[in-house]
């Protein structure tokens, strides 16, 4: 992802008119789900998404069409079946300044029982990137960006699954080339995966109410951020989630646009989304070859977790 300095003047329309919903479910939205449990937010561990994180960066650099990629895959597929979750790949072919290029999103359902249905949408989405970004001369693990939001997802999964109808109500997706191919996230170049994503939901019978997505969330020294462009309810929710879990002092209201995953689902599918983000612009490592597990915690990655948990908990019990 990159951070724009200068928000542009449609994105400022954007929030502008993105501000003035109060309430986020909309009338062609998939329906509300069952109350997520208060107590779920605590049975988060950070050690076990700490884990998940260690496995995904122990398959090497994930760039696109790589081995780390594939790997990846296979191993959050192993994992999110192990848990009930049923996967599906996605996968196009992308027109990069280098390219054609092979992606493949990854979507989870949890359905012990029978294949979920694609064709419609499920409330929420909870949303990762999993690619790498490609460096041709440093080997580049994303351990942060962006192992730790996908590793934290499949803590999440499990979580979830200990609460059957909120499980039920969620979709988790991995995106494939949220990195750009060239150096910085511009025109087309950056968030090919969720691009597509967001242009498949059209075509399902309804909607998801809204999308969390999460990037860079695993190391503590760092505050994590609220992005300026999401929803005002979901800012909210978030904020208050954050007082009740303590963790007010390490959540920030960010004022700043941060190009993400979330844009494309704002912009061609009209979702509202919470993004959140560590604020990479201060740490030393960010997109560099030390960006490794010894920068994250377990109790960065636990943290939000929590938040996220409480956030579900709060907009499934109002
Ligand atoms: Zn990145």
């Known amino acids: 992802m990159i951070k724009f300095l200068a928000a542009s003047l449609s994105t ?12 986020v479910p909309s009338s062609s939205a998939a329906s509300k789900s069952a ?17 998940h994180v260690e496995a995904l960066t122990s398959f090497g650099p994930r ?9 990846s895959l296979q191993y ?56 790498t970004k490609r460096y041709p001369n440093i080997v580049f693990l994303g351990a942060n960006d962006s192992g730790s939001s996908s590793g ?7 979580v979830l699954q200990n609460h059957e109808g909120s499980a039920k109500s969620v979709e988790l997706v991995f995106f494939d080339g949220e990195e750009a191919i060239l150096e ?40 994590l951020l609220i992005g300026s462009d999401s929803h005002e309810n979901l800012k909210a929710h978030t904020t208050a989630a954050a007082t009740t879990l303590g963790l007010s002092d390490k959540v920030v209201l960010y004022q700043t646009p941060i190009t993400d995953d979330h844009v494309p689902l704002m ?13 990479f612009s201060q740490t030393t490592y960010w997109h560099t070859a030390k960006d490794t597990m010894d920068n994250l915690s377990p109790e960065a990655l636990e943290n939000t977790g929590k938040l996220t948990l409480q956030v579900l908990h709060q907009l499934t019990s109002n």
């Open 12 to 23: 400022l329309f954007f929030l502008t008119s993105c501000s003035e919903q109060e309430e």
């Open 184 to 223: 910085n996230i511009r025109g087309r170049d950056g968030l090919y995966g969720s691009k597509f994503y967001a242009g498949q939901l059209n075509n399902r019978s309804n909607k998801p109410q809204l999308a969390i997505v999460l990037d860079i969330v695993g190391d503590k020294n760092i505050p």
């Open 76 to 131: 959050l597929e192993k994992e999110l079946g192990q848990l009930g979750w049923k996967t599906q790949r996605q996968t196009f072919k992308g027109d990069t300044p280098t390219g054609p290029i092979n992606f493949t999103n990854l979507l989870a359902r949890y359905s012990p029982d029978q294949d979920p249905d694609w064709t419609t949408s499920v409330p929420y989405l909870l949303c990762s990137h999993l690619d």
């Open 152 to 158: 934290l997802l499949v803590e999440l999964a499990r």
């Open 267 to 279: 912009a061609r599918a009209q979702l509202p989304v919470l993004h959140l983000i560590g604020d």
């Open 63 to 71: 760039p696109p069409e790589s081995d780390g990629y594939r790997k």
């Open 35 to 51: 109350p997520l449990s208060a107590n779920a937010p605590s049975e988060f561990s950070g050690e076990n998404a700490y884990a």
